[in-house]
């Protein structure tokens, strides 16, 4: 069996080590440079946060793009994490607990904190918001809030969404805090639902292909929100995002059709 190049007296043995400490600090800056990446939803959340104090149309406008940027941000380090090997690289840095971390911020918390922030819920109902923030935590400290066969465990945090649809298609008091409530309860179902960015099934190739579209017509919805007093959309701003519900739903039909297919697997 032959040995390297150094065993064969074609480099010294110095070059040979030279190489491979080269490689090595090459790898381990790549590993920081995703980490930093994935940290840059922090700076986004920060900027929301300073937004949504400041309030009015404009600003929630703005904390709308944000928060997309911050999920599209969220759905392509995974990708480059695994590329480089981070977890083998920087053993010693959890990238995964600073993705929870910003994941709250940017899914959960300022989502809500906007929600509540441009009076979405009737007066009154505001504590209902306290649901789907205690509940999403539950759902991020799970050990197998992501599965091994690739799911979310559970409804998976997507307050920035539920804001958004909230925000524009201004629905009635009462829907608005049904939809609230029982989606925070779903938190504490153990249903699957997709995860696109982890395992390139079927239903995932179809959720991406679907999803490019979406975040294209909610750029033009959000470039469309008014950005003076009135935070109400024009008709067909409402209809374009009547329209881009079509993810949505099929995110959870597809997501519950699994979560079907797997319990009727187990009765057989």
């Not at 993705?99 to 918390?109: A, Q, S, V």
């Not at 929100?225 to 881009?244: E, H, I, K, Q, Y």
Request: aromatic share 12%.
């Amino acid at each position: 069996m032959m040995g390297s190049r150094s065993e064969l007296g074609l480099v010294p043995v110095e070059a040979d080590e030279g190489l491979a400490g080269r490689r090595a600090l090459a790898l381990r800056v790549a590993a920081w440079g995703v980490h930093l990446y994935t940290a840059i939803g922090l700076v986004l959340a920060a900027r929301m946060a300073v937004l949504l104090v400041r309030g009015g149309a404009e600003a929630f406008r703005e904390a709308f793009v944000l928060m997309l940027v911050a999920s599209l941000v969220d759905a392509t380090d995974g990708t480059l994490a695994r590329k480089v090997r981070v977890k083998e690289v920087l053993p010693e840095f959890d990238g995964r607990k600073l993705d929870d971390i910003i994941d709250f911020l940017t899914y959960t918390f300022l989502p809500l904190m906007l929600v509540w922030r441009a009076g979405l819920l009737p007066e009154g109902a505001e504590p209902w918001l306290l649901l789907p923030l205690l509940a999403s935590i539950y759902g991020f400290c799970q050990v197998e809030a992501k599965t091994d066969d690739g799911y979310f465990l559970g409804f998976p945090s997507l307050w920035n969404v539920v804001a958004f649809y909230l925000y524009v298609l201004h629905l009635p008091g009462w829907l608005a805090v049904a939809i609230v409530v029982v989606l925070g309860l779903m938190t504490f179902v153990p249903s699957r639902y997709l995860y696109p960015s982890s395992h390139p099934g079927a239903l995932n190739r179809a959720s991406n292909m679907l999803g490019a579209p979406w975040c294209a017509l909610l750029l033009v919805v959000m470039w469309r929100l008014p950005a003076g007093a009135s935070m109400r959309a024009d008709d067909l701003t409402w209809w374009l995002a009547a329209v881009s519900l079509y993810f949505p739903v099929f995110y959870m039909v597809a997501s519950w059709t699994v979560t079907l297919k797997l319990r009727t697997a187990r009765r057989l």
